[in-house]
């Protein structure tokens, strides 16, 4: 087990994910249109999309993620009423992570928000390739091969229903109690913040 360096690209906020290993968590890399419009929203499309307009995301539960630094910079968008919870830093725009609520033991990490130069190593390989069908670009074979999207939504939900028995819903960074840590922002695709 080990810790994952996380830091905003200017360095105000920071923090760390704690007992990191690729057995525990799923790395996966996210094609949808709220994930790239996420992006876009934060003027930071090149930072975060791949050439096919994916998203590398490390999922965890809140339980293991620590914010040290910052704290009054963290910002909530969402891009509808009910959408995703997705987090940034105000201070440079970069992605956090997205959470489904404050009662779902789950976080997306987002690599650009990973600082740690072992990334790689701790969080493991890509292993699924998920939301193909919004691609903006023809994802190599090769790619789609080595992390198929088959049995993942089966293999995540397990994980959650284990870190929800196993109490890792909290403490939660980003939302005190039920209420969000600050209030979100709704953002309609193609806007910016």
């Not at 229903?161 to 980003?174: C, D, E, Q, V």
Request: positive net charge.
């Amino acid at each position: 087990m080990d810790n994952l360096a996380l830091q905003c690209q200017c360095g105000t906020v920071r923090g760390r994910a704690i007992k990191v290993y690729p057995v525990d968590g799923t790395r996966v890399v996210c094609y949808c249109r709220d994930c790239q419009a996420f992006a876009h929203a934060l003027n930071a499309a090149d930072r975060i999309l791949d050439a096919e307009g994916g998203t590398d995301i490390y999922q965890l539960p809140p339980a293991r993620l620590q914010i040290h630094h910052g704290h009054d910079q963290i910002r909530c968008l969402r891009l509808s009423e009910k959408g995703l919870y997705r987090w940034y830093a105000g201070c440079c725009n970069t992605p956090i992570g997205n959470t489904l609520g404050p009662g779902m033991p789950l976080v997306g990490l987002i690599h650009a928000f990973i600082s740690d130069p072992d990334a790689e190593f701790k969080t493991g390989p890509v292993r699924a390739l998920v939301n193909l069908s919004s691609a903006t670009g023809t994802v190599p074979r090769e790619k789609v091969r080595a992390a198929p999207a088959k049995g993942y939504m089966r293999k995540i939900l397990f994980k959650i229903a284990l870190w929800k028995l196993g109490g890792k819903t909290h403490p939660n960074p980003f939302f005190a109690g039920k209420k969000p840590i600050t209030e979100p922002q709704i953002v309609s695709p193609g806007s910016t913040v």
